[in-house]
């Protein structure tokens, strides 16, 4: 996909494999910069050409790694962007495949912190432009934390096109892990009954949690003889969907598989998605599985790539295109 030459693309070093994967799809190469490291812990990066009028992008999923934390690559971005905007880029956008703090977007308990606000005001202060994220946990509360624009990308398409060459001849019933994720659910059944040319069903879990342990676990809809598809925004520690997926062979499904945008795949993830209850984990790259072994990845993971996404909507954004036409299976 050609680009005009006032197209900038950055990444920064903690996400330059992703960032290389991205500029191969536009067809574009990676706009140069340089990081430096000072021996009190403090850091500065600066753009390496000119960006004076330039409609700059800058790609960084804003996980932790075990070589940089969820704050160090937030303050990291939130720098280079300042940086940009003071060497009079026409425009700053951040693409974010992962969000972080988006699941802190609400007060659950007295005087909780609403951290999805707060970093949208932290990327606002710097002078970002326009914010793209990839299915962040609650898509309401995302588009009214950002005053600038912001552009929502799912991974719906690709799950469908996915699964819709595994699934052929089955019966098909997709489930969300609880009640807060039926839309989510209902777009992928739509997607996936018009890709197999047959409805699939839809079913979801009830869940409560107290104290951060999960309660509940009744399913409403029929699963029984049919292959279940579980699919959420993120799996952390993967008992959400383990115990989805044990309730739902318990109700007679043939096979259960789920899928995810986000694998954070914390904790005790490992031995929790080894369990055989659940006969295939997919998700995509916008955070690698290094919390997985090797084994299990190899085994039981499949691992869809955003990264023709993540081009498609920088050209768009670039050419005044259409967002929308880019979340159709």
């Known amino acids: 996909m050609p680009t005009?030459?006032?197209?900038?693309?950055?990444?920064?070093?903690?996400?330059?494999?992703?960032?290389?994967?991205?500029?191969q799809s536009l067809g574009i190469d990676l706009s140069p910069h340089e990081e430096r490291e000072f021996e009190d812990g403090e850091h500065k990066a600066r753009p390496l050409t000119n960006v004076r009028g330039k409609d700059v992008f800058v790609v960084q999923s804003l996980h932790g790694d075990p070589h940089r934390s969820v704050n160090d690559k937030l303050?990291?971005?939130?720098?280079?962007?300042g940086t940009l905007v003071d060497a009079s880029a026409a425009r700053v956008t951040a693409v974010l495949p992962y969000l972080c703090y988006a699941r802190k977007e609400q007060k659950t308990q007295p005087r909780d912190p609403i951290a999805t606000r707060y970093v949208a005001g932290l990327f606002e202060a710097v002078g970002t432009d326009r914010v793209v994220a990839l299915d962040v946990h609650n898509l309401?509360?995302?588009?009214?934390?950002?005053?600038?624009?912001?552009?929502?990308?799912?991974?719906n398409p690709l799950f469908v096109r996915h699964?819709?060459?595994?699934?052929?001849?089955?019966?098909?019933?997709?489930?969300?892990?609880?009640?807060?994720?039926?839309?989510?659910?209902?777009?992928?059944?739509?997607?996936?009954?018009?890709?197999?040319?047959?409805?699939?069903?839809?079913?979801?879990?009830?869940k409560h949690r107290a104290g951060g342990v999960m309660r509940g676990g009744?399913?409403?809809?029929?699963?029984?003889?049919?292959?279940?598809?579980?699919?959420?925004?993120l799996i952390s520690t993967g008992s959400t969907m383990l115990h989805a997926a044990k309730v739902c062979?318990?109700?007679?499904?043939?096979?259960?598989?789920?899928?995810?945008?986000?694998?954070?795949?914390?904790?005790?993830?490992?031995?929790?998605?080894?369990?055989?209850?659940?006969?295939?984990?997919?998700?995509?790259?916008?955070?690698?599985?290094f919390r997985l072994s090797p084994a299990l990845v190899q085994s039981k993971l499949v691992i869809l790539d955003i990264a023709p996404l993540i081009a498609s909507a920088i050209a768009a954004i670039h050419d005044d295109g259409s967002i929308t036409a880019l979340l159709e299976p």
Not at 4 to 21: E, I, K, T
Not at 75 to 81: A, D, H, N, Q, S
Not at 271 to 285: G, K, R, Y
């Open 4 to 23: 005009s030459g006032d197209l900038r693309f950055f990444a920064l070093d903690s996400g330059r494999d992703f960032g290389q994967l991205v500029a």
């Open 75 to 81: 303050m990291r971005l939130l720098l280079f962007i």
């Open 140 to 155: 309401a509360a995302f588009q009214n934390a950002f005053r600038c624009r912001t552009d929502h990308l799912e991974a």
């Open 163 to 206: 699964f819709a060459s595994q699934l052929q001849g089955e019966d098909v019933v997709v489930v969300s892990p609880d009640a807060g994720g039926v839309k989510r659910a209902e777009r992928f059944r739509r997607g996936i009954s018009a890709a197999l040319g047959r409805d699939a069903s839809l079913a979801f879990m009830e």
């Open 218 to 233: 009744a399913i409403v809809g029929e699963v029984a003889g049919k292959s279940a598809v579980i699919i959420d925004d």
């Open 249 to 289: 062979r318990e109700q007679g499904a043939r096979a259960v598989h789920a899928a995810a945008t986000h694998g954070v795949f914390s904790s005790k993830a490992e031995a929790v998605l080894a369990d055989p209850a659940l006969a295939q984990i997919v998700v995509t790259n916008s955070i690698p599985p």
